[in-house]
């Protein structure tokens, strides 16, 4: 993509990777997280529907993800307005945002809070885990989920003009599903065209983030390549653990 090339592609369009400033690879600025819903046992499963209020704080602290609202991370854009304003405040510049198709990206907030604060925002193409994927993204074949990704890229997410920059977060199960396969091999499809960078969410095994390297090089994607038009080439994170991370390679 001779157009995108060096450069980095926020919601608010291309930006010469030199006025990034301090950036931040991988946040959730706004997002669901019904996925990983944990049912509490009998006695407290009234709490897990109450609203969060004073008095069921605590319990909700002790257990984050057996409480509905709890993980609605959508909800106090203000908040999060505010803590962008300290980030920058602080001298951060630039946040890429990993919240794909399944646990909710909103792209049209990404796009107001970027206006609102100046922070940078990049925004992610693709879908998290399989937990998280429909029916229709399940019936998809890796051709149309490549079409996906790239018209997510080169023409808006969600409905919207307002395009993604990076592709990722990526989500990954262990073992890996087979619709999480077909979205892999969709993601080095699209890589391989557009020259983006990648940013995958591995299962929970110290196998997982290798298993995908392999799928992904065999499939297509560029592990080296040093003309990218944005700022990371390919971030693989295992939990809060990064196994390779080659960041703002632009050319
Ligand atoms: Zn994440």
Redesign the pocket.
Same mark, same amino acid.
């Given at each position: 993509m001779s157009s995108l090339s060096g450069k980095v592609q926020t919601v608010l369009g291309l930006l010469e990777p030199s006025k990034l400033g301090r950036t931040l690879t991988?946040e %959730?600025l706004t997002m669901t997280f019904d996925c990983c819903y944990y049912p509490p046992p009998p006695p407290h499963e009234a709490i897990s529907k109450e609203p969060i209020m004073m008095k069921n704080l605590f319990w909700i602290r002790k257990n984050p993800y057996s409480h509905k609202e709890n993980l609605q991370l959508n909800q106090e854009t203000e908040a999060i307005k505010e803590e962008l304003l300290y980030f920058k405040a602080s001298g951060g510049g630039a946040m890429v945002e990993?919240t794909t198709t399944g646990i909710c990206r909103d792209v049209q907030t990404l796009k107001w809070l970027a206006e609102e604060t100046g922070v940078h925002i990049v925004a992610g193409a693709g879908f998290y885990v399989d937990a998280t994927h429909s029916s229709e993204t399940r019936a998809m074949s890796v051709e149309q989920l490549t079409d996906v990704l790239i018209n997510e890229i080169l023409h808006g997410a969600d409905g919207t003009s307002i395009k993604c920059g990076v592709i990722g977060?990526i989500g990954c199960s262990w073992p890996l599903t087979e619709s999480e396969r077909k979205v892999l091999h969709a993601t080095a499809h699209a890589q391989a065209q557009l020259g983006c960078p990648v940013i995958i %969410?591995p299962g929970k095994n110290p196998s997982a983030p290798f298993q995908i390297i392999r799928i992904l090089q065999e499939v297509g994607l560029c592990l080296i390549r040093r003309n990218y038009w944005s700022l990371l080439n390919l971030a693989v994170t295992w939990n809060m653990i990064s196994l390779v991370m080659n960041s703002f390679i632009t050319n």
């Open positions: 991988h %959730h990993n977060e %969410h």
